[in-house]
């Protein structure tokens, strides 16, 4: 598939972004100290976990993988592998780049199973301080996404995206947002340019476990489906630095979640989505 000049553009400004030094040289953080980098965040950024569906605001070093069953309008099950995640990586003091593999999507349906869209993102952290030095976040994202996905179980069309991301924690409490909007390239009369806004409360329950509750909105503006909106609410709970004792405490650790995504509003395309996501983080 050839890139037009306005995807490369995109590519290379989201490398650059992940990769630029930023405040000096001191501050970046080498490839061969890179089983350090999560910890070295800790003294610069709370310590909350992923939610399962708000992007985080904060740094972080994961391979992550997700499952999702959907419910269709139409009333089939639609199983959803991987689900758009992969692997992130800090690439200095404040960024982050993220690789989105294609999900696969199996529709039992006549709809045709396949692969979905791959996307890169990357995130600069603007401003933040960890627990003992006032317990917030302030950060970037932005995301280029390719149409790679094959017989529609993917966009019609390459899209750029941008969302302000924050978050500020009290004692055991957490709450977390973004808002932003998926720019698509082409098709925009058919797509519209849907505005996302999500919000997560965590409540830090255990040692190792967390609860989550999610309010995840799209609103469209422009195209097939203008002036709709979708809204979900979405209860979990969160499994946290699970490794065994002989790992040692700068080992990789596991992250265990679950969900289930319920729709409050009219308009939807999918109901009762029940999401597992386990997370490396290293």
């Known amino acids: 598939m050839r890139l037009s000049r306005s995807v490369q553009n995109s590519v290379i400004l989201l490398l650059s972004v992940a990769v630029s030094p930023v405040e000096g040289k001191a501050q970046q953080i080498s490839l061969r100290t890179i089983e350090q980098n999560t910890a070295l965040m800790r003294q610069y950024q709370p310590t909350w976990p992923v939610p399962l569906v708000t992007a985080p605001p ?35 003091r404040r960024t982050e780049l993220d690789i989105n593999l294609p999900n696969y999507q199996e529709h039992n349906s006549a709809a045709i199973d396949g692969f979905g869209d791959m996307a890169v993102s990357a995130k600069y952290r603007i401003f933040s301080g960890n ?22 179980n993917g ?22 947002s973004g808002f932003g909007a998926t720019l698509p390239m082409e098709f925009v009369s058919t797509t519209g340019r849907p505005l996302l806004w999500n919000t997560t ?3 830090h329950m255990t ?16 195209g097939a489906n203008d002036g709709k909106k979708q809204h979900y609410i979405t209860p979990g709970v969160i499994l946290a630095n699970l490794k ?7 080992s990789p650790f596991l992250v265990l979640d679950c969900g289930m995504q ?21």
Not at 131 to 150: D, K
Not at 262 to 279: G, I, S, V
Request: hydrophobic share 40%.
């Open 58 to 92: 904060g740094l972080a070093q994961v391979f992550r993988f997700s499952y999702v069953r959907q419910i269709a309008s139409t009333g089939n099950t639609v199983n959803n592998f991987l689900n758009g995640k992969g692997l992130c990586v800090i690439s200095s």
């Open 201 to 203: 409360f965590q409540a």
């Open 262 to 282: 319920m729709a409050t509003t009219h308009y939807l395309a999918t109901n009762h989505n029940l999401l597992l996501d386990a997370k490396l983080v290293f």
């Open 244 to 250: 065994p004792h002989s790992w040692g405490s700068k």
């Open 155 to 176: 966009a019609p069309a390459a899209s750029n995206g941008l969302m302000l991301l924050g978050g500020k924690g009290f004692n055991r409490y957490n709450l977390q």
């Open 131 to 152: 627990e003992t030095h006032g317990n917030y976040i302030l950060s970037l994202l932005t995301t280029h996404t390719w149409a790679s996905g094959r017989a529609k």
């Open 207 to 222: 040692r190792r476990i967390w609860l989550d509750l999610e309010s995840n909105s799209t609103f469209f503006k422009g």
